[in-house]
């Protein structure tokens, strides 16, 4: 096996990793991730505790494990959000044309005028802090992605040869779009949708980092990075490890969203 054989092997076993931790994470650890043992407080990682202990005695590797369920859940809503809106104004805009075509792309062009980061602050002071509000809206954020994305598409696909040919023995429009258009136009946008997912899991990080996302004791990726920075100096695996994870899952999921955009046609 070459060495991209390798890497998208990696990467799968990455992503493997992470969802066996949020779906059994009991298989992979015995410690209670929000009950601590104040004797075993700030242990460095080895022994029985593989990433050490936080400064109330907690396993971070337990918590960690634990955390993994609310970060990919509110990954796997942020990309579920983005891509239905985003596919939907996409598909609109793309069929129609004309007057609606412009304005649906005037709103997209807007949204990505705004930084992600700022339209998901945005979205949270209108909805409020919390799991759920964060993961929606961070999948707003990429509306606009998907949107441009899937417009660009239904428009190439629809000038192609076969599509003309369905036109032209009878077929209606609907049908036409859903037998045709919508299935050789998703390919571009499952591999978004994979790249998106690792950008979620990194926004979910950064607004959990912030406090807007899961309140403590909740074992959330973001909140236990910045739950021990205040022990830089003294603890470094209290945000090293965590921030490792994220950095690996998100890495991952971007080398799985390259290895499905080449095979796209």
Not at 60 to 66: I, N, T
Not at 88 to 103: E, F, I, K, T, W
Not at 157 to 165: G, P
Request: hydrophobic share 55%; aromatic share 8%; glycine share 14%.
């Amino acid at each position: 096996m070459n060495r991209v054989g390798l890497g998208l092997a990696a990467a799968w076993l990455v992503i493997a990793v992470a969802l066996l931790w949020a779906v059994v994470p009991g298989l992979f650890t015995g410690y209670d991730p929000i009950a601590g043992v104040p004797a075993e407080k700030l242990r460095p990682p080895g022994g029985p505790h593989l990433f050490g202990t936080d400064p109330v005695g907690r396993d971070l590797f337990a918590r960690v494990v634990h955390g993994s369920a609310h970060s990919l859940s509110g990954a796997f809503t942020a990309v579920a959000v983005g891509l239905l809106l985003g596919t939907l104004l996409g598909v609109l805009a793309g069929s129609a044309g004309g007057l609606a075509d412009d304005a649906i792309m005037r709103l997209v062009d807007v949204l990505l005028s705004v930084p992600g980061l700022l339209l998901a602050l945005t979205v949270i002071i209108l909805l409020g802090p919390g799991t759920v509000n964060v993961a929606i809206a961070v999948g707003v954020g990429s509306v606009a992605a998907f949107a441009r994305l899937t417009r660009s598409e239904v428009v190439r696909v629809r000038r192609t040869d076969y599509v003309e040919a369905a036109f032209g023995s009878g077929g209606r429009y609907p049908a036409v779009l859903w037998r045709h258009v919508l299935p050789n136009s998703l390919g571009p946008v499952v591999a978004l949708a994979a790249l998106q997912f690792g950008l979620a899991i990194l926004a979910i990080s950064t607004l959990g980092f912030l406090g807007y996302g899961a309140e403590p004791p909740t074992p959330e990726w973001g909140l236990l990075i910045a739950e021990g920075r205040n022990y830089l100096a003294t603890s470094w695996w209290l945000t090293t490890l965590p921030g490792a994870v994220v950095v690996a899952v998100v890495l991952a999921a971007g080398r799985i969203s390259r290895s499905i955009g080449k095979d796209t046609p």
